[in-house]
């Protein structure tokens, strides 16, 4: 994925104006651990948000295998997001009248996966995060660690091309948040998934195989 | 596509059962009103006609030609056995009363007032609209040799008169002369007609016929029509039967009855479409929170690459539903309150001056016809879909991250 002089500039031309990202140019290659770190404020989460297509940039161009993803449509974005693209946000966001087991299979529902499938990579990934015993609970009867590891079950059954994770352990204690990353780890190595969080969460970076520092919307830093 | 929009909503539902049991009771209480409201106008004017046909003019009525024009006793149906002979051979016609009437002057020992003197018979007027329901004091009788009268409640009241009182009645006869007779009051009746309730004194064909110096004659033939579509069928044929009497019906002859019956259906309408827009709003209202309050959910939907499209067709279906477990719901209490007072009607005899001064009874009773479920049904279906409209165009607008971030809604 190669991001070429992305903006973001929030309210333009209102006295309100933001400038959230400016000038920003990297590439992610297939099968990355990356991170981009940064203060609060700093843009890492809406740069997040416009690699995965849920916010547009001001101007710039974003590519996903040589095609120019930023000039899709709604419709098409919200297939790629269906089809390449898994999410983990820092508030869970499940979907509250779906148990555990149809919020875990519910990408797999939309992408047309037989019931046997579903399943099985259901059974899988609860075995995987230890939530087998939440698997008939709605998101509402289960604690907010609970529902972080059903939201990264739910971000990587369809086994997309690319997880985004928005301040995943920022809701979790020490012992999920190691579970987690190792989930994460386990799924980038085994299945060559690009991984990329947004998080300034010390134990994420030391796990992260690159980061990206921003400050203030313009990338500072950026190393191995 | 729509299996998993359609489970989605069903599970919607289900899952928040007591929201999804509150927005069914709005939409179900509104419409019961509705329905309820409908039937109970409809049958009060439906009462009004029912009590003029029964009364008076029944489905058709024969005059003497200019007899409506000149209530003269120059103008009369003559003859009468052999007019009642063709009414036989008349396919549909029910029941028929023979009436002969002529004003004068009603007089007590203290007040006289302008009134109508009518010949009727007591078993015909019964068979043909059930006249003895109307009596409210005293007998459905003449007494002995016919000396009595039945009289309307509201002219007795002016007259000050009760069962047993007598009066005198003065008219010109015939032959031109002016003649009295006394009768005694055997009973007071209360048609809910208030032309005959203000005006009318009723007595036997006999007595009167010998009275006006009249014999064979009458001044209307009211008929009984078996069936409601037969009505301008029998019309023709009794036109064809007798080309030099006038047949009329009921509709032609109190056209202010016709105008009261269009001036209630605007004013039905009128009153039903406020009230559609009230319980319109309602259910608008209640579907639209239960869409707005779950924004952040159907965005969180779209953020992870659900197509517009099921997100759209599982609200318009969670609508759908509730709006037809609510229209079910109210079809059911609304037909049982429309069923409770068709029968047993609603008791206003509070207000009963006001109401019989228009022909209106104080126990009202609500019609029921099929094709208020239907518009019902209509009524429910349009504003549930108008509640998703609006919800839909902010979803269609909105960035879902914003909405999950908090920064919009």
Known sequence: MKLIHITKTFYPGSPKEVKALTDINLTFEKGEFTTLSGESGSGKTTLLNIIGGLDSATSGQI?????????????????????????????????????????????????KFDDKQIETRVLELASILQIEDLLHKLPGEISGGQQQRVAVARAVASRPKLILADEPTANLDSKNSERLMKMLRMLNEKEHVTVIFASHDKYVLDQSKRIIVLDDGVVIDEGL | MYKIANHLAWLSLWRRKTRSLMVIIMIALSLAGLLGLQGLYDGMITHLINTTIRSDSGEISLYAKE????????????????????????????????????EGLIATAHKSLGATLKGISLEREQNFGQFNAFTTKGTYNFGEKNKGALIGSSLAKKLHLDIGSRVVFTA?????????????????????????????????????SQFLNLKESATQIALRVNEADNIKKVQKELQILFPNIDVLRWDELYPLLIQMRDIMEIFNLASYVIVFIVAALGIFGVILVSVLERMREFSIMLAIGTPYNMVRNQIIIEASLLGFIGYMAGAFLGWISLVYMSTAGIDLRSFEAGLEMYGYSAIMYADMHLYYFFQAFFAVFFATLLSVIWPLRILKKIKPIQVIQGKML
Request: aromatic share 8%; proline share 1%; glycine share 6%.
């Open chain 2, 67 to 102: 007899y409506r024009l000149n209530k003269s006793l120059d103008h009369i149906l003559s003859s009468v056995s052999q007019i009642e002979k063709k009414l036989l051979t008349v396919e549909g016609i029910k029941s028929y009363s023979v009436r002969l009437q002529q």
């Open chain 1, 63 to 111: 590519f996903l295998d040589d095609e120019e993803i930023s000039a899709y449509s709604e419709e098409k974005m919200a297939k790629l997001r269906l089809h390449d693209i898994g999410f983990i946000f820092q508030a869970y966001n499940l979907i509250h009248v779906l148990t555990v087991r149809e919020n875990i299979g519910f990408i797999m529902k939309l992408l």
């Open chain 2, 172 to 208: 010109q006869d015939a032959t031109g002369e002016i003649n009295s007779i006394s009768f005694r009051i055997s009973g007071i009746l209360k048609t809910g007609n208030p032309a005959l309730d203000e005006n009318s004194v009723f007595v036997s064909m006999g007595k009167i």
